[in-house]
C-alpha cells in the first residue's frame, strides 16, 4: 500500500515531533490537537527544531519552507477522515484512545491503516474498538523523535501482514531503523529499560551509591550517553511509574513494581527535568545539582 497523506493526533512533544520528520520526509500532514493553543505550542517546536537543522546546514531555508506548508493545523478529527495512515499520540489514557480510535474507524475509508504511538497500552485493546483490528498496528517512535533512529513497529494476532510490513516499510522512508515486534506490554525497548531504571532506584534505596556516583557508574562504566537517574529525570519520572505499573499489572513480576522512593517523587510533583526537580534540581539547567532526598 502506498500512503501518501498521513493524520498526527496530538501536537505535544511526540505528536509534534512525528509530525515533523513525517514532513520532512516529502509526506503530507494533517495534525490535530483539541485547541489552537496547543497547536501553537506544538508547531513553534517545529519550527524552532527545523531552524536548528538549518543552522547545521542539515537542512536548506528552502526545504525549511517546504517541510512546514506541508503541515496542515486542525482541531476537527473529521480533518483526518482522507488519510492513508493516521498515527495517534495523545496522553497515555486507555479510555481516550480507544474512544479516538472508535471515531476515526467511523470517519476514515476502509484501506486507512490506524496506528499508535503508545510506549506501553496494549495495541490489541485499542484495536478492539474499531472494526479494522487487521489495519491496526504500533507505531512507537523514540524522543526526540528528530533525532532517534529507532521505531518499533509492532502487530497483534489480528494484523494483517501487507498492512504490518507497510508500517515498517514507512518508518523506512521516514530515514528510520525499524525493528519488528508483537504486542507484549513494553514491547521491546521499555521492556529491558524499565526493570533497569526500576533497579536503579532500589541501588539508591538501598545505599549502595550516591545519586552522582551511580550515574557515573553506568556513565563511564558501561559506556551510556548518561546514568539512569538522568535519564528518568529526561524521560519523566511521572511517566516511568505509569509504564511500571502497566507492566506490572500484566505480568505481576517484583522486577516491574515501582519502588517505593520513586512513588514518593512522583507524589511530591518531582517529576523530572520538566518539573524543575526529579533526581536532580533543574534550578540552573546546564548545571543540574543531585537532589538531597534524605535517604540515610
Not at 533497579?199 to 558501561?222: A, F, M, N, T, Y
Request: hydrophobic share 40%.
Amino acid at each position: 500500500m502506498d500512503i501518501q497523506k498521513v493524520g498526527v493526533v496530538g501536537c505535544g512533544l511526540m505528536g509534534s515531533g512525528i509530525t515533523q520528520v513525517v514532513a520532512m520526509s516529502g509526506f503530507h500532514v494533517v495534525v490535530r490537537e483539541v485547541s489552537d493553543a496547543l497547536l501553537d505550542k506544538g508547531l513553534a517546536g517545529v519550527e524552532k527544531s527545523l531552524s536548528k537543522f538549518v543552522e547545521k546546514n542539515q537542512l536548506t531555508d528552502v526545504e525549511k519552507k517546504n517541510t512546514l506548508a506541508r503541515i496542515k493545523r486542525t482541531t476537527a478529527v473529521s480533518d483526518l477522515k482522507d488519510c492513508d495512515l493516521v498515527i495517534e499520540a495523545v496522553t497515555e489514557n486507555p479510555k481516550v484512545k480507544k474512544e479516538l480510535f472508535a471515531e476515526l474507524d467511523r470517519l476514515c475509508p476502509k484501506h486507512t491503516i490506524l496506528s499508535s504511538n503508545t510506549s506501553s497500552i496494549s495495541i490489541t485493546e485499542m484495536a478492539a474498538a474499531t472494526g479494522r483490528s487487521e489495519r491496526f498496528i504500533g507505531l512507537h517512535f523514540m524522543n526526540p523523535v528528530p533525532l532517534m533512529k529507532l521505531v518499533e513497529v509492532i502487530r497483534t494476532i489480528q494484523t494483517d501482514d501487507e498492512v504490518f510490513e507497510t508500517g515498517v516499510q514507512f518508518a523506512e522512508r521516514l530515514g528510520k531503523v525499524p525493528v519488528r515486534t508483537w504486542d507484549r506490554v513494553g514491547f521491546i525497548v521499555n521492556r529491558l529499560l524499565i526493570p533497569y531504571l526500576l533497579d536503579s532506584v532500589r541501588v539508591l534505596e538501598q545505599g549502595w551509591g550516591s545519586i552522582p556516583d551511580i550515574d557515573k557508574s553506568i556513565h563511564l562504566g558501561l559506556n551510556h550517553p548518561m546514568g539512569p537517574f538522568t535519564l528518568l529525570d529526561f524521560v519523566g519520572l511521572d511517566t516511568t511509574l505509569f509504564i511500571a505499573e502497566i507492566m506490572f499489572e500484566e505480568y505481576r513480576e517484583p522486577r516491574f513494581a515501582p519502588p517505593p522512593l520513586l512513588k514518593r517523587l512522583v507524589t511530591a510533583g518531582w517529576n523530572g527535568r520538566k518539573a524543575g526537580r526529579g533526581f536532580y534540581d533543574y534550578s540552573d539547567p546546564k548545571n543540574p545539582k543531585p537532589m538531597d532526598l534524605r535517604l540515610v
